[in-house]
């Protein structure tokens, strides 16, 4: 008796676990090796950029909210282990949106936390609803062609870890 009720258990965890796997690939609405979609987003001058603009870069595209415990820790791996590796690598950028935060959210968001690679206001979901329906932290690493070669979702060093290889994979071919 002992057995089978440890059975079911078991068996109902790993029905569990299952389902919020195939949860979190459900979410995300661009897969591995599709192409991104041009968009167009705000910097902190108010000014128009569009994706198009770092056609032939390498580009991680990262979305946060600063109420994202998760979130608030990769940042600083954003920053250091990303951003102050390659900021002067001209193959290379990060766009990093908080998700459905105001311009002066992010402002404020920055002045606090000393942040320095790029980070622009997603208000209304509007660049992330083109990616992903939830969950965050979320990275998608984009190729010089436009295709995603990488996705991430939630965090962990171990994940971070492979991140990094794979954009120094991708700088030195």
């Known amino acids: 008796m002992k057995k089978l009720i440890l059975f079911i258990t078991l068996l109902s965890l790993c029905k569990t676990f299952s389902q919020i796997t195939e949860d979190y690939m459900d979410s995300s609405i661009i897969k591995l090796q599709e192409t991104i979609p041009d968009f167009s987003f705000l910097n902190s001058e108010g000014k128009t950029q569009n994706l198009k603009d770092y056609k032939g870069k390498v580009i991680?595209?990262?979305?946060?909210?600063?109420?994202?415990?998760?979130c608030m820790q990769e940042m600083p791996f954003l920053q250091n282990d990303i951003w102050n590796k390659l900021k002067d690598?001209?193959?290379?950028i990060i766009l990093s949106f908080g998700r459905d935060h105001s311009q002066e959210e992010i402002n404020n968001f920055i002045a606090k936390k000393k942040f320095t690679f790029p980070i622009f206001a997603d208000k209304g979901?509007?660049?992330?609803?083109?990616?992903?329906?939830k969950y965050i932290p979320r990275n998608y690493l984009i190729d010089q062609n436009g295709k995603v070669v990488y996705t991430s979702t939630g965090f962990s060093t171990e994940e971070f870890e492979t991140l990094k290889i794979k954009i120094d994979a991708l700088l030195n071919n």
Not at 60 to 70: R, S, V, Y
Not at 89 to 92: E, G, L, Q, T
Request: charged share 5%; with cysteine.
């Open 60 to 70: 991680l595209i990262n979305f946060f909210a600063t109420w994202c415990g998760p």
């Open 125 to 133: 979901k509007l660049v992330y609803n083109l990616f992903a329906t």
């Open 89 to 92: 690598n001209s193959n290379f």
